[in-house]
T-cell receptor, first 115, second 112 residues
């Protein structure tokens, strides 16, 4: 059974700092990995999707990397801003024809960026 | 943003009553999912659908049933609500290539 772990559980940084959020998964047979952002009381917003054949994806100040063989992904946020404060969730989709796109989520990292 | 709506957005109900949550999509996506989110457990899959009238169980399906009679609607029913089903429920959709999943705004359900 796939298990996803995110470290740290919470992170507080001053504005402007570059930071890294970590995600690890136990079964390397994945189809893709998706990073989400969740604001308090809101739904999930997809940030980046990395296919299993890719090493990284970039969107603006966000960069996500994937090392499938070691079961790890990182989300790098450059020049953090107070508006980046949210919970960041990592989710993996297992490979295999019967998975139907089901995602297994980590518990998230709560990020606070201080002005 | 993906066209996903959930109704109701908030509901308070009593133990033992039936409850139905609705997810509606305008994207014509084949795959739809119901998750619940709880502190300490994260998001967990309840049921999913891979087409009209095609559904299957997820990780935490006990006490829940689903139906999908049209592509755009996926219903989640709690036949007899219990306090352990107090949670935030999210619907998600995924397109033909099963790539990105897009989530709805959530329904906060409280069972008293």
């Amino acid at each position: 059974k796939q298990e996803v772990t995110q470290i740290p559980a919470a992170l507080s940084v001053p504005e402007g700092e570059n930071l890294v959020l970590n995600c690890s998964f136990t079964d390397s047979a994945i189809y893709n990995l998706q990073w989400f952002r969740q604001d308090p009381g809101k739904g999930l917003t997809s940030l980046l999707l990395i296919q299993s054949s890719q090493r990284e994806q970039t969107s603006g100040r966000l960069n996500a990397s994937l090392d499938k063989s070691s079961g790890r992904s990182t989300l790098y946020i450059a020049a953090s801003q107070p508006g980046d404060s949210a919970t960041y969730l990592c989710a993996v989709r297992d490979a295999g024809g019967t998975s139907y796109g089901k995602l297994t989520f980590g518990q998230g990292t709560i990020l606070t960026v201080h002005p | 943003d993906a066209g996903i709506t959930q109704s109701p957005r908030h509901k308070v109900t009593e133990t033992g009553t039936p409850v139905t949550l609705r997810c509606h999509q305008t994207e014509n996506h084949r795959y739809m999912y119901w998750y619940r989110q709880d502190p300490g457990h994260g998001l967990r899959l309840i049921h999913y659908s891979y087409g009209v009238k095609d559904t299957d169980k997820g990780e935490v399906s006990d006490g829940y049933s689903v139906s999908r009679s049209k592509t755009e609607d996926f219903l989640l029913t709690l036949e007899s609500a219990t306090s352990s089903q107090t949670s935030v429920y999210f619907c998600a959709i995924s397109g033909r290539r099963l790539d990105e999943q897009y989530f709805g705004p959530g329904t906060r359900l409280t069972v008293t």
